[in-house]
Each structure stands twice: as structure tokens, then as C-alpha cells.
């Protein structure tokens, strides 16, 4: 799995993916969620897996362990190389999720979604009635998803130094809401630059409209890369 920053494909068709990956003479490692994997199925991630890139199937499974477990060998089969769940489903939903992967493809890696970065301290007390830090609450879902055998969460990178102390350097904290220190932050609330993400700790970035709703993608991509590697 690329160490690259993973270029998070908002777009609303296939069309406008392939157009966009155009662009590009390099292997990536892109990001195709719900928007997109919803409208286009296992067709784009055929045509995109067939160009050489990396594909982070972003679905958030969040359901009964059965389903999740079901869906999972489903998902197992399109050759992607990182999903996703939500840590909030529980222990037993994350283990089946990570046995239905693994019964058809041993090399995909799987992580949590711990708390959503368009997520407020306010927010996790007042609407989802978690009346801890967030930070505690990101790190009690870490620590669950990895009991449950699965390889890392999604986590904003201010929460990435803490998960690596309690879970190791190797569990994977693959981080959005980063944006260059020229951008706008949108509706992302726990942000920062990729330079801060690299030293708070993260193992991958995500990085969506500061590269997809740029005038020169590739140009802003190639920046972003170079500060993430720096």
C-alpha cells in the first residue's frame, strides 16, 4: 500500500474520474466513497485497479455483524486494498467484518472510523451523548478496533500521537481533514497541514478538493506529496 497522499475522488461520475486520473503519468492511491461507489459500482474500481492505482473503498459499514460480515465478503472480491467500517458498530460487528475480508483476500487492510473530523467536542456531547473528550472517545474506539483485529482507524491527525502511544507505531492512522495552509477548511473542523500530520504522527492523509477543485491538480497534488514526504 502506497505511502503516497490518498486523493479523495469527489466527483459525481465515472466519466469525471477518468478524466481526472488522466491527468496524472504516476501510480496513486485514491479514495472512492459512498458519492461515487453508490452511482458507478464495481465497474470504476475495475477501470481504476486496471491503470496501476490504489483504491481506499471509503464505505463506512456500519451495521449488524452479520450484514457487515456478508458485505465484507463481497467487498473482499473487488481487489481494493484498504475499507473501512465504523467503530461504533462494536467488537463482534469489527471481527466479523475482518473474517468476511479475509476468507477471500488476506492483503486488504482494514480500519475504523473513530470520530468523523467534521465532528465537535460539542457535537459528541450534545448529539451523541459521549460525555468524554473526544480524544478519549477516539482512543477507546482505536483500542477497540485493534482488540478486534483490524489494522488502523481513521482519525484526525490531532489524535494521532495518543493512538500511536497506546497502539504502536504500526497501527495504521490514516487522517482527512488536511488542508494546505492556503485552504479553506469547508466543513472539516479538526484540521491541519500535511507537514502537522506528518509529525503528529499520521501513517496516511487523505486529501480531497485542495487537490480535486484545484486549477492545476497535478501541480497541487505534487506539492501536497512533497510536503507529506519531506
Known amino acids: 500500500m502506497k505511502n503516497t497522499p490518498i486523493i479523495a475522488l469527489d466527483f459525481a461520475s465515472q466519466e469525471e474520474v477518468m478524466q481526472f486520473l488522466a491527468l496524472f503519468d504516476e501510480p496513486l492511491f485514491v479514495k472512492v466513497g459512498m458519492e461515487l461507489f453508490y452511482q458507478t459500482?464495481?465497474?470504476l474500481i475495475q477501470e481504476i485497479?486496471?491503470?496501476g492505482h490504489d483504491i481506499f473503498l471509503d464505505l463506512k459499514l456500519h451495521d449488524i455483524?452479520?450484514?457487515v460480515g456478508k458485505a465484507m465478503e463481497g467487498l473482499a472480491q473487488l481487489d481494493?486494498?484498504?475499507v473501512n467500517v465504523h467503530a461504533a458498530g462494536g467488537t463482534e460487528m469489527m471481527q466479523?467484518?475482518?473474517e468476511g475480508l479475509?476468507?477471500?483476500n488476506s492483503n486488504i487492510k482494514i480500519i475504523a472510523v473513530t470520530q468523523l473530523t467534521s465532528t465537535t467536542e460539542a457535537m459528541l456531547h450534545k448529539e451523541q451523548n459521549i460525555q468524554t473528550s473526544i480524544e478519549d472517545a477516539v482512543l477507546h474506539y482505536a483500542q477497540l478496533a485493534q482488540n478486534s483485529g483490524l489494522d488502523g482507524v481513521v482519525c484526525s491527525p490531532l489524535e494521532t500521537a495518543l493512538i500511536t502511544e497506546h497502539c504502536g507505531k504500526d497501527f495504521l492512522k490514516v487522517t482527512p481533514g488536511i488542508r494546505p495552509?492556503?485552504?479553506e477548511n469547508n466543513d472539516q473542523k479538526r484540521v491541519t497541514t500535511p507537514e502537522q500530520a506528518k509529525q503528529l504522527g499520521s501513517t496516511h492523509i487523505v486529501v480531497g478538493r485542495p487537490i480535486t477543485q484545484s486549477s492545476n491538480p497535478v501541480e497541487s497534488y505534487h506539492q501536497i506529496k512533497?510536503?507529506?514526504l519531506r
Do not use: F, I
Open 41 to 43: 459500482g464495481p465497474s
Open 49 to 51: 485497479k486496471a491503470l
Open 65 to 67: 455483524p452479520n450484514t
Open 80 to 82: 481494493v486494498d484498504l
Open 96 to 98: 466479523r467484518a475482518v
Open 102 to 104: 479475509k476468507k477471500y
Open 181 to 183: 495552509k492556503q485552504n
Open 226 to 228: 512533497e510536503s507529506w
